[in-house]
């Protein structure tokens, strides 16, 4: 079985090692550049221009014809494909890859949508490997993947609210008006839609950080062991932040800490920090890390 998945979904090299992951692109258009996000910019240089420029970025995603094409290229490995997505509420990438897994009747295409992005979505690709690699038929991959999907959680803050005013992604009124009381929200991914909700509203950026981790004791009891991974755009010193406040709440079981992709990048600008966490116990029955 091959996985297709897209650049919506961090993971990390060692994530990825021997695992059978194809990406779709995801392009970033910025200053009337136009860049395939993890081949021709990464986070880091990303995030630079960014701070460089008073330029807004904005996204692009594959063709349903480039999806069959993809498909058609992976399928010359095996024509056993599982193709995760970034949620379909936030992109259009999961439509795309539907009607373009119709173009190609010499492969048998399952396709998930995450329901989230960034590392919440690399962990569903992730585990699609290593159960792959374990010996998992393709149907029981998807039964699992579907459940964990479930127990998967992704919030994040940030400093500045100019990208998502300028991405819609909040009224410019309701952006202007918090911006001046210098309110910071915490933003989740819905279970429901898969589009983003807002968590909390908190007066200063240090404030919101602190309430990340609080917020997940709305899920989980104060110690639960936890896989949790720190995500940050350019912004080591929040992610400590982040972090320490967590370790004083539960037990964690910390991935190395990644930088946030552009395709999320670009909605919400430098600065950003998050976290994606599960209850260890979701984990009990799959390959060890």
């Known amino acids: 079985m091959q996985i297709v998945t897209d650049r919506a979904a961090d993971l990390s090299q060692e994530q990825i090692k021997g695992l059978p992951i194809h990406y779709a692109p995801l392009f970033i258009v910025l200053e009337d550049k136009t860049y395939s ?5 990464q986070p880091e240089n990303f995030y630079e ?7 807004m970025p904005t996204t692009s995603l594959p063709s349903a014809g480039e999806f069959a094409e993809l498909y058609r290229e992976v399928a010359k ?32 295409i399952t396709l998930i949508d995450s329901m989230s992005l960034s590392g919440a979505e690399g962990w569903l690709v992730e585990f699609a490997g290593k159960l792959h690699n374990a010996g998992w038929p393709k149907d029981k991959i998807v039964e699992t993947l579907e459940g964990l999907r479930e127990h998967i959680d992704l919030m994040f803050t940030l400093p500045s609210l100019r990208y998502l005013i300028h991405g819609g992604r909040i009224s410019h009124l309701s952006g202007l008006l918090a911006s001046a009381l210098n309110i910071k929200p915490v933003i989740g991914v819905s279970k429901e839609d898969g589009r983003y909700e807002q968590r909390a509203r908190v007066r ?3 404030g919101a950080i602190k309430k990340l981790a609080e917020l997940a004791l ?3 009891p104060k110690g639960t062991p936890l896989r949790i991974q720190i995500a940050h755009g350019r912004n080591p010193d929040a992610a400590a932040q982040l ?3 967590l370790e004083e709440l539960f037990e964690c079981h910390f991935l190395p800490t990644m930088a946030i992709a552009p395709v ?3 909605h919400t600008g430098p600065g950003i920090v998050g976290m994606i966490y599960a ?3 979701a984990f009990a029955d799959l390959p060890a890390d």
């Open 77 to 108: 490995k095996g024509s056993e494909i599982l193709s995760i997505h970034i949620s379909s509420g936030l992109s259009g990438t999961f439509e795309a890859a539907r009607m373009g897994a119709e173009m190609v009747k010499e492969a048998s």
């Open 243 to 245: 972090k320490q406040h």
């Open 49 to 55: 221009l960014l701070e460089g420029t008073d330029a």
């Open 204 to 206: 200063s950026f240090n």
């Open 218 to 220: 709305e899920r989980h």
């Open 264 to 266: 999320l990048g670009a």
């Open 279 to 281: 209850p260890m116990s």
């Open 37 to 41: 996000s993890g081949i021709d910019i």
